[in-house]
């Protein structure tokens, strides 16, 4: 689970940079998705949510621009390498502030 806060308002309401966010995470993880990603960006100035599945299990999101928040899960059955969210979402999204919280599980080999 990961939160990002002191993100950039415009990018949290925008279902492109959160389409090019999902995609690079996928590639870099070499994640499998079954299905295309769905969003639903909510009226005004409201924020946008997403969700993929992968054969892996899923990822999703949740922005509140008018916090400058960024929430994501990505969960997967299969042990996997790390992805530098901090990083990434400072670079995508100029989060000021990144919080990520790991949950190994026995799901894999």
């Not at 070499?30 to 969700?51: C, I, N, R, Y």
């Amino acid at each position: 689970m990961v939160e990002a806060h002191g993100c950039d308002r415009a990018a949290l309401q925008d279902p492109a940079c959160l389409r090019q966010l999902f995609t690079q995470i996928i590639g870099d993880l070499s994640l499998h998705p079954v299905a295309d990603a769905q969003w639903h960006k909510f009226a005004g100035e409201g924020g946008v949510t997403g969700v993929i599945m992968l054969s892996e299990s899923h990822l999703t999101c949740h922005t509140f621009p008018e916090f400058g928040s960024l929430c994501l899960n990505l969960f997967c059955c299969r042990s996997r390498s790390g992805w530098d969210f901090e990083d990434g979402l400072r670079r995508q999204f100029g989060a000021e502030a990144v919080s990520v919280r790991r949950i190994d599980r026995p799901y894999h080999d």
